[in-house]
């Protein structure tokens, strides 16, 4: 599965988030260790954090919903900071944001439900970006699609044990990825687990 010698390999558990500094030119593995686990993304320029990854952007610099390898990932400078070469599932999400304290309260009226909003803050403290704006994430393996009516229908991922995307540093970058904490809906397919990040070079 991966290509380079290992730099660095971190764990994120369940309901948790964590971030790592990638530099030019190495590769960043998301590995969903159990199947079924979405995870949210952000990625920062690392040389100047007002860039970021941007969904709403690489939507309009892809001219598509959906992502494949080759794809830039693309910030809201409208350049690529990072390249999706491998992907062994074919289905994600950069639609929806991060879920959040709102969303629990507002729609399961709960008010401590661990969230990815928080969890994506909280592992950019490592880096002092705790405190930016947090953009909206890419969901790897979130599994959605428009219906007859272009509504959206959420189902349980396809992502099995070990799948993965692999994304190359085009610069220096910060990325944080949350074990999406979604387990009241079909999302994780109602249980959350560990995701995996490895870093090659």
């Known amino acids: 599965m991966r290509n380079g010698t290992l730099i660095e390999e971190i764990i994120v558990p369940a309901y948790e988030g964590r971030s790592a500094l990638v530099r030019k030119g190495q590769t960043l593995y998301i590995i969903d260790v159990e199947g079924k686990q979405v995870g949210d993304f952000v990625c920062f320029n690392a040389g100047n954090p007002d860039e970021h990854v941007s969904p709403v952007h690489m939507r309009a610099s892809l001219s ?4 494949k390898p080759g794809d830039g990932l693309y910030s809201n400078y ?3 900071l990072m390249q999706l070469t491998h ?3 074919g289905r994600h999400d950069f639609f929806f944001p991060a879920c959040d ?3 629990y309260k ?3 009226g709960l008010e401590q439900h661990p969230n990815c909003h928080d ?3 909280r592992a950019l403290q ?4 705790g405190d930016q704006e947090l953009p909206d994430p890419i ?3 979130m599994n959605n699609a428009l219906d007859d009516n272009l509504d959206y229908v959420i189902e349980e991922p396809l992502s099995k044990p070990g799948d993965y995307v692999a994304l190359l540093a085009l610069t220096d970058v910060i990325v944080a990825l949350s074990s999406c904490s979604q387990d009241l809906a079909p999302v994780n397919g109602f249980k959350v687990t560990p995701l995996l990040m490895q870093i090659t070079g």
């Open 101 to 103: 304290y709102y969303r």
């Open 106 to 108: 507002v729609d399961f």
């Open 126 to 129: 490592k880096y002092n970006l």
């Open 139 to 141: 969901n790897w393996f």
């Open 119 to 121: 969890n994506l803050q």
């Open 64 to 67: 598509s919903i959906r992502l």
């Open 78 to 80: 409208r350049q690529p």
């Open 87 to 89: 992907d062994t599932v």
